[in-house]
């Protein structure tokens, strides 16, 4: 099977395979920190230059595939690589050594027990993140969606603790719940009514949809939509918040580099590439995501609001923003599916930069809460300014990354006549800018609380991991042709290009 790989389909392959090498490599030099972070490090700048190798050939046309193995008649573990699966794996694999960095200086810094069991399960999560965004078909998803599930629980329990048992049976219980409960049945259902599980252009379902009753469709739509428990859609989002027990680097992982970013993926996949965009439009049935997404997002930032604990107000947040990839792929226009892409990325580089830069105060100065930052971006300027950065980017106002998803939701609403996301993305910026603006005030507008000779900046790692991806959020504004391009191929908005 290998040896009649194309070169661009043995690359898929292998970055595939290096998360679960690195994991390995990572297990055997558990005894020698050093080692064992270099094989880590290594590990994730060898996926990233493999991941960006494929990048030309998908903007050129390439649609590299493999079939690993049929283990059904007509199902098979397949995969297969477009624009948004690249989009994912290229943000997935560039946030891996950031966040390797960062997670040496927190581990090391907060002296935390079981490093290496830590790295092997970042490894295979990372494994299970390329999975999901090469797959070629719901049943090869579902399969990946799993693993990430399971290897991620030993990283939110991690601590050991009551807290973090309690915290990891709901974040357990409710993604295996829905994916097993809603998801799995969904999967079975289109291979019984499509006779495939594929992903296709323009929709598996586009051509069988018009002649099932509309109550069906409708129905097959929100097992999928909340089958998909990684997009935290209300009210499947608790595991979310439970899950903050997790030390920092988890909480990055969860938040930008992995976890939620597959639920979000999964639904703009499903929606584009098994529903189709013009088969859900003629269906009022599956109109209700559209106010779903538009709830999760206004509640969860009145709660994000409410928060006083740093980490479970960007929790919150998360919940909220992740509604805007729900909420433009539901409003079903080209240009607010564009602006669900791209918010992909933009979420990533901004929330992980407000993780990194909890996890920093925390190790530097042991708080916790936002009302304990008084005066803070004193001691640690390059943390609260990379903090600043990313509340740009989630606000949505230049110049950061979340201003360019935003403008193509809102230009996708707008088209369609969809007032109800104008207004809900609106008010929802006025609300991110209530919780995050009072912070980045009162770290630099008021008077420190204690002496600023009790500490300075976190650890160096931590400090270059998180200046790194506030510089993307920046960059991301400034440079986002790429991701752009990716995103319009997805659509069908631009040609690839002559290759």
């Not at 979310?240 to 979000?264: E, F, I």
Request: no cysteine.
């Amino acid at each position: 099977m290998i040896a009649a790989m194309d070169s661009d389909a043995l690359r898929m392959v292998l970055a595939l395979a290096l998360p679960l090498a690195g994991a390995v490599g990572i297990w055997v030099t558990g005894r020698w920190a050093n080692l064992r972070e270099g094989v880590t490090l290594v590990t994730a700048g060898l996926l990233l230059l493999t991941v960006l190798s494929l990048l030309p050939a998908v903007l050129a046309g390439a649609r590299p595939e493999w079939v690993f193995a049929e283990p059904i008649p007509g199902i098979a573990i397949a995969l297969r690589l477009e624009p948004l699966g690249m989009l994912f794996a290229a943000v997935a694999s560039l946030l891996w050594p950031i966040n390797s960095v960062y997670s040496i200086g927190y581990m090391r810094g907060n002296a935390e027990q079981h490093q290496t069991r830590f790295y092997v399960f970042f490894a295979i999560a990372l494994f299970a993140t390329m999975g999901v965004a090469f797959s070629a078909n719901l049943f090869t998803l579902f399969l990946f969606y799993e693993i990430l599930t399971l290897s991620t629980y030993p990283l939110v329990t991690h601590k050991g603790n009551d807290a973090a048992r309690a915290g990891g049976r709901v974040y357990l219980g409710i993604l295996i719940a829905t994916s097993i409960g809603l998801l799995l049945p969904a999967v079975i259902w289109t291979q019984a009514i499509a006779g495939s599980t594929e992903f296709i252009p323009g929709g598996l379902l586009a051509n069988i949809a018009p002649a099932l009753p509309p109550v069906v469709v409708g129905l097959l739509f929100f097992l999928f939509m909340y089958g998909i428990g990684k997009a935290a859609l209300m009210p499947m989002h608790r595991w979310l918040p439970a899950a903050m027990v997790a030390p920092t680097p988890v909480s990055a992982l969860l938040h930008a580099v992995a976890v939620v970013k597959a639920g979000v993926f999964s639904v703009v996949k499903v929606i584009v590439f098994t529903f189709g965009i013009e088969t859900l439009q003629g269906v009022a049935a599956a109109q209700w995501l559209l106010y779903i997404a538009a709830f999760t997002i206004i509640l969860g930032s009145l709660i994000a609001l409410r928060q006083d604990n740093l980490k479970r107000r960007l929790a919150y947040s998360t919940v909220s923003q992740l509604s805007y990839v729900v909420l433009g792929a539901a409003i079903l226009a080209p240009l607010s599916v564009v602006g669900a892409a791209l918010h992909i990325a933009a979420h990533a580089f901004g929330k992980i930069t407000l993780f990194f830069a909890a996890g920093a105060i925390y190790t530097a100065a042991h708080k916790t809460e936002v009302s304990q930052l008084r005066g803070i971006g004193w001691r640690m300027p390059w943390t609260m300014t990379a903090f600043a950065i990313g509340s740009l980017s989630m606000i949505g106002v230049p110049p950061a990354a979340g201003f360019i998803s935003k403008w193509y939701i809102l230009a996708g609403a707008l088209e369609t006549g969809q007032l109800l996301a104008v207004g809900v993305v609106v008010l929802s910026t006025l609300l991110n800018a209530a919780y995050f603006a009072p912070i980045v005030f009162s770290a630099f507008a008021r008077p420190a609380d204690d002496d600023p000779a009790d500490h300075g900046e976190a650890p160096l790692p931590i400090v270059i991991a998180l200046t790194a991806t506030a510089a993307l959020t920046v960059l991301l504004f400034l440079f986002h042709q790429v991701p752009l391009e990716l995103a319009d191929q997805l659509v069908g908005r631009s040609a690839p290009a002559a290759g």
